[in-house]
């Protein structure tokens, strides 16, 4: 009986690193939105579920569940959201996770209260779901923390604390670097391997924990295949970074494992690492070992470990397999060469075509689909070349 260790809604990643470039023809990034108190700190409980950060927001007396993106430059909403009190603002140009452009609509949100503050005059892009997920009704970007609010993102506590007062965390220290903005959204520089750096997007709309451009990592290793403290374990060809318009290319995919990455003075060692056709990023799965926080005046964020020691170990496992949509239809954009799906006879560009012998008609059902832990499951795929095969799948705890 074979064993597929991934399912959809670990596969799919929501890399949202949207940014705003202004033009003289198109609305203008704006901060000038205005919050209701000053002088204030709020504690935010907020939901850390499947790897990201979720915010309780309430908008004309109503509860919705925001994913919180330091990688989007702005909030957004999206157009089957159903939100009275929308100002059209206009439109702008969007970059997407994976670089590619688009003008997107503008709109000024309603007042929305996060905690004790109300945001008025927010603006945000109005886009449609890359991935139809009922469960997400918008996005609160990085603007909240560039307009000047000090924040801290502690899921192991399970809270977020903005607050407008200059100096609210400086006693509290953590392992600092700073950071620069590039459409609007928070760039650090990570030391990978050896004596290379690069800047990196900080980016909590992601689920990864680190990700690293194909191009860049073949220019740093320059023709070869190692450098100290990185080894290259493998690589395939497919895809699996979604931004708004779509998959990224099909391409080279490089699995990694690094010795000791470091952020600042602090160590995270024995990282496994995937390379995308996209930026580099680090996700929100460095939150799983410590605090963040951010000091938006004087452009530092700082990293504070649970375990209160200089470094941590993160041995997290590649990942083996990865849906993405194409034509609406769900089909398989990467397996890695060796794994347990790649031993069961899946291949990149795999359509699935039924599970149990019920149609399979989008990739929103495959998403949304009923798996049982433990239960076996029969997939009907056809291959890039038009040939059909079974495989079987059992739901991993």
């Known amino acids: 009986m074979h064993r597929l260790i991934a399912i959809a809604t670990v596969c799919v990643c929501w890399m949202l690193a949207l940014g705003q470039r202004p033009t003289d023809k198109l609305a203008r990034y704006s901060l000038d939105f205005t919050l209701s108190q000053s002088d204030f700190v709020d504690s935010i409980s907020i939901e850390w579920s499947h790897g990201q950060v979720f915010l309780p927001v309430e908008i004309n007396g109503k509860r919705y569940r925001f994913l919180f993106d330091t990688g989007a430059g702005q909030s957004l909403i999206f157009a089957d959201t ?6 059209p603002a206009g439109q702008i140009i969007s970059v997407d996770a994976i670089g590619r452009r688009d003008t997107v609509q503008m709109t ?50 399970g809270y977020l604390i903005l607050s407008d007062r200059r100096h609210f965390f400086d006693a509290e220290g953590g392992y600092e670097t700073r950071y620069k903005l590039n459409y609007h959204v928070p760039y650090i520089i990570i030391n990978p391997f050896a004596r290379y750096k690069e800047p990196t997007l900080f980016d909590t709309g992601s689920r990864q924990f680190y990700v690293i451009n194909a191009h860049q990592l073949d220019g740093a290793l320059g023709g070869g295949s190692r450098l100290p403290g990185l080894r290259v374990d493998s690589r395939t060809i497919g895809r ?15 699995f990694l494992t690094l010795d000791a990455m470091k952020w600042g003075d602090f160590i995270f060692s024995d990282v496994s690492v995937m390379t995308s056709q996209g930026g580099s990023h680090l996700g929100a799965a460095v939150l799983k070992y410590g605090a963040v926080v951010f000091n938006p005046l004087r452009r530092k964020v700082f990293f504070q470990p649970y375990n ?16 993405i949509a194409e034509n609406g239809r769900p089909i398989v954009g990467l397996v890695r060469e060796g794994s347990i799906p790649f031993q069961a006879g899946l291949r990149s560009g795999d359509t699935i075509l039924s599970i149990d012998n019920r149609p399979v008609t989008s990739f929103h059902q495959f998403m949304v689909w009923p798996f049982l832990k433990g239960r076996t499951y029969q997939f009907t795929v056809r291959s890039r070349e038009g040939q059909l095969h079974h495989v079987d799948w059992v739901r991993l705890p």
């Open 82 to 87: 159903p939100l009275t009190g929308c100002t």
């Open 240 to 254: 699996y970074a979604i931004g708004h318009s779509g998959a990224e290319p099909e391409g080279v995919v490089s």
């Open 108 to 157: 000024i949100m309603p007042p929305f209260t996060l905690g004790n503050t109300t945001f008025t005059g927010c603006k945000a892009t109005v886009q449609r779901r890359a991935v139809r997920r009922s469960n997400i009704d918008g996005i609160i970007g990085f603007d909240i923390i560039a307009k000047g609010l000090q924040a801290k993102i502690d899921v192991n506590a």
């Open 308 to 323: 209160n020691v200089a470094f941590c170990n993160v041995s997290n496992q590649p990942l083996d397999i990865a849906f």
